[in-house]
């Protein structure tokens, strides 16, 4: 649960989706939604949608639906994304310049003050107006620029002293790229991102279409005994994927 407000940690990473979908309704101009046409649009079910949007008082109106931009305002307050954070990124190689040439982060409220490399090549270098400066002053920076987010995109075996040292300077929120499980005190909080665990996540799930594909073939040639050994492999895999589901 969230200390702060009780809400799951469930709900709240179910959140920038809805917050996604409404930004898009939006855009569309449309000013509002049932729970129902928003269940179709997201593959959620109605009733969850409801329930999640009970956790903050419900939104909805009997008959009218929810108003989509005030279910947008409040979702953004509820994330904190309504004010600015101000964020540095520390290792300015492939993924940091990345992160710092992905403009949308601004539009989240998410401002690139700095970046920082330990490399002389890359010290001096602009990306996207942000210039990457060296690491010797960066608890100054951290002061001066009133951060509060910073992002490791540096190799793994530099993380934990970097972590450290902004730990030290104040820094409160970690988004963490680096594989590594950081060690925090516990009024730091830690967003670890793994692409890798996304991608095993998809072969997972495109592994599992495959293998009933193959039982469903199996079957149509009229080999029983090979398409039941499919058939319980892939229903191990749905009743792991369903207590997952569970889970969220
Ligand atoms: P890269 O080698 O292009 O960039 C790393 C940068 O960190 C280099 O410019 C290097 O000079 C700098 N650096 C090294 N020590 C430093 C220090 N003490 N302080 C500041 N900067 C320092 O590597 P890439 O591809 O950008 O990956 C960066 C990190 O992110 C790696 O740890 C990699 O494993 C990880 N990664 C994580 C992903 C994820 O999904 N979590 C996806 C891709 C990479």
């Known amino acids: 649960m969230d200390e702060e407000k009780g809400i799951s940690k469930a709900v709240i990473a179910r959140l920038p989706r809805y917050y996604r979908y409404l930004g898009e309704l939006m855009e569309e101009g449309r000013e509002r939604i ?10 959620v079910t109605a009733s969850q949608i409801r329930q999640d949007l009970n956790h903050f008082g419900g939104f909805g109106q009997q008959g009218y639906g929810y108003n989509v931009r005030f279910l947008h305002e409040s979702i953004a307050k509820i994330l904190g994304i309504d004010r600015q954070h101000n964020l540095i990124i520390i290792g300015a190689g ?3 310049q990345a992160i710092a040439n992905y403009a949308n982060f601004e539009r989240g409220g998410f401002m690139i003050k700095g970046m920082f490399d330990v490399n002389p090549r890359l010290i001096g270098l602009v990306v996207r107006g942000v210039e990457i400066l060296g690491v010797d002053d960066l608890e100054r920076f951290i002061r001066e620029h009133d951060v509060q987010i910073v992002a490791l995109t540096l190799p ?7 972590a450290d040292r902004v730990v030290k300077a104040g820094i409160k929120a970690i988004w963490n790229f680096a594989h590594v499980d950081l060690v925090v005190p516990e009024d730091v909080v830690v967003e670890n991102v ?9 072969s997972y799930r495109v592994s599992s279409i495959q293998d009933q594909a193959k039982e469903r073939a199996l079957r149509e040639r ?15 895999l749905q009743v792991f994927e369903e207590k997952k589901a569970a889970m969220r």
């Open 194 to 202: 793994h692409l890798s665990e996304s991608l095993m996540r998809l």
């Open 34 to 43: 049932s729970s129902q046409e928003l269940s179709q649009r997201m593959k």
């Open 222 to 236: 009229g080999d029983q005994e090979r398409a039941a050994k499919e058939r319980s492999k892939a229903r191990r």
């Open 156 to 162: 793994k075996a530099k993380a934990a002293e970097i």
């Open 94 to 96: 492939n993924l940091g």
